[in-house]
């Protein structure tokens, strides 16, 4: 569904002008380090708000550094596993917890945000061995595999995917459902929006995303192709149903059309959700603009629903 005719709100545009900020400091910087990207999309947490009666916990899940977001009053036994974006190669529990507090909360469950090991350091496939570890932890912990839901962000979007596509190649039961905001998929580049909204998408450019995918795939370009880096390939039958969402300004727009189409071709209950205006990983807004907040109780109802 498309979220149209609406005039983008005054809170909104703080999203639009902290990616254009950090696009002004990378172009004057073209040689800036890992390290000093990493610092820069931690300022990631600043547009959202600080949930409400919301608490955190640091910990160890399967070898995984996590935080937890339990919000008061919350069913433990149901668990968001928040896969953070960023590339792959930056972003953080830090910069994701608020946002993560506030999908927990709206949902009336607890959700762990994992700092997966990040390229270049740690190229693919070792981030889906993190979320395949904590996956695995909170089964043995007793937790039912459909009261479990993947949720991420950005190529944390592909990681909510793509981590079920792997709990399914390790014959695990799969988890109840999966969340992905303005998910980045394709590893090939060909959606027609990374063009068409060129002039709108405040952060994405094509030289950004070329240098994410050789940090993160290596020396190897075969496995631009591979289902797990870029689940559009993928299987999707028996897949868990499916929530997409992702702003009209943004030039991965296409990645989330494409997967909606691949999701429902297979059967799939899957959602989409396009919000006009909006720029990448809009529910970033959360607590702060009203196109977040709505957003945020679309997923809460569409999550209600599957409860039935």
């Not at 909170?138 to 592909?158: F, P, V």
């Not at 880096?229 to 993928?234: G, T």
């Not at 030039?251 to 989409?272: C, F, K, N, P």
Request: charged share 25%; aromatic share 8%; net charge negative.
């Amino acid at each position: 569904m498309e979220q149209k005719n609406k005039i983008v709100s005054k809170e909104a545009d703080y999203l639009r002008a902290l990616y254009q900020d950090w696009s002004d400091r990378m172009e004057a910087n073209p040689n800036m380090t890992v390290v000093d990207l990493r610092s820069l999309f931690d300022e990631w947490e600043k547009p959202t708000l600080e949930p409400e009666d919301v608490t955190y916990k640091t910990d160890i899940v399967g070898g995984v550094d996590v935080i937890w977001a339990y919000p008061i009053g919350c069913d433990k036994s149901k668990v968001l596993i928040y896969t953070h974006g960023g590339g792959f190669a930056v972003g953080s529990s830090t910069s994701h917890r608020k946002l993560a507090g506030h999908m927990a909360k709206a949902l009336g469950v607890s959700s762990v945000v994992l700092d997966y090991h990040r390229s270049p350091e740690n190229p693919f496939p070792a981030q889906l061995e993190d979320a395949a570890a904590v996956y695995k932890a909170l089964l043995a912990s007793g937790i039912k595999a459909k009261n479990i839901g993947t949720i991420g962000d950005s190529a944390g979007g592909n990681l909510a995917v793509s981590s079920v596509l792997k709990f399914r190649d390790l014959g695990l039961e799969l988890p109840g459902f999966v969340i992905a905001f303005s998910p980045w998929l394709d590893m090939e580049l060909t959606g027609g929006t990374l063009e068409s909204n060129a002039a709108t998408d405040a952060l994405i450019s094509v030289p950004l995303l070329e240098g994410m995918i050789a940090m993160f795939i290596g020396d190897d370009n075969t496995k631009v192709r591979d289902p797990l880096a870029n689940p559009l390939l993928a299987d999707f039958n028996d897949y868990p149903p499916l929530y997409i969402a992702a702003g009209g300004a943004e030039m991965l727009l296409d990645d989330a059309r494409r997967l909606h189409a691949r999701a429902t071709e297979a059967g799939i209950q899957a959602t989409l959700s396009v919000v006009d205006g909006m720029q990448h990983v809009f529910p970033f807004l959360a607590g702060r603009a009203p196109e977040a907040d709505e957003e945020i109780r679309r997923v809460a109802a569409w999550f209600q629903a599957l409860q039935k």
